[in-house]
Structures are given as C-alpha cells and as structure tokens.
C-alpha cells in the first residue's frame, strides 16, 4: 500500500514537471505555469497507469513510472495546448473573441 501511494505521488509530480517542460518547450502551447501544471498532473497519472498497464498489471518499476509519468504529463498538455491555441484562432478568424 505504501509503495502504490509512493509511486503515484511520484507519476503526479513527475506528470507536472513533464507538464512544464513540455510547455517550455512549445512556447506557443503554453497554458500558463498554473495550467500546464495541472494538465500536466492528469497526464502524468494517465502516462503512469498506462505504464504499468503495458507491463502486464505489475509495477513497471520506479525509472519506468516516472519515465512514463513524464511523457504522459508533456504529450497532454502539447494536446490541450494545441487545442487551445486552434480554438483562439478560429475565434479570431470568425471574428468572436
């Protein structure tokens, strides 16, 4: 139970820095340091359960998770991003804001 609870703080934290680095990264798909945190925690809990998932329902081990929490926590928040980035566009060419 307590190793779980580790390994879960750990896709969190590691999911919010991927975040963050993936925003540093892609300037333009940037949510601000508050929202790419958050997308990034989302992701890197999604990134982290995938992981293990992949490895059979056992523990893909700490490098593994956190590997995985990272990715999962940077390819989300490029996602939300560009989505955002393509609706503030369209909204811009439609003529609404």
């Known amino acids: 139970m307590s190793n779980m609870l580790v390994q879960v ?7 919010g820095v991927g ?3 993936a925003a540093a990264i892609l300037k333009r798909f ?7 945190t958050i997308v990034g925690l ?6 982290g359960q995938l ?6 329902g ?7 998770s956190i590997a995985g929490s990272t990715v999962g926590g940077g390819v989300l ?6 989505i955002k980035s393509l ?7 439609s003529g609404r804001l």
């Open 9 to 15: 703080i750990l896709s969190l934290i590691s999911g």
């Open 19 to 21: 975040g963050n680095l």
């Open 30 to 36: 940037s949510l601000g340091p508050v929202g790419n």
């Open 42 to 47: 989302i992701g890197g809990g999604l990134g």
């Open 51 to 56: 992981v293990n998932a992949m490895a059979g």
């Open 58 to 64: 056992e523990p893909a081990g700490l490098l593994g």
């Open 77 to 82: 928040m490029a996602i939300v991003g560009l």
């Open 87 to 93: 609706m503030s566009a369209h909204a811009q060419t």
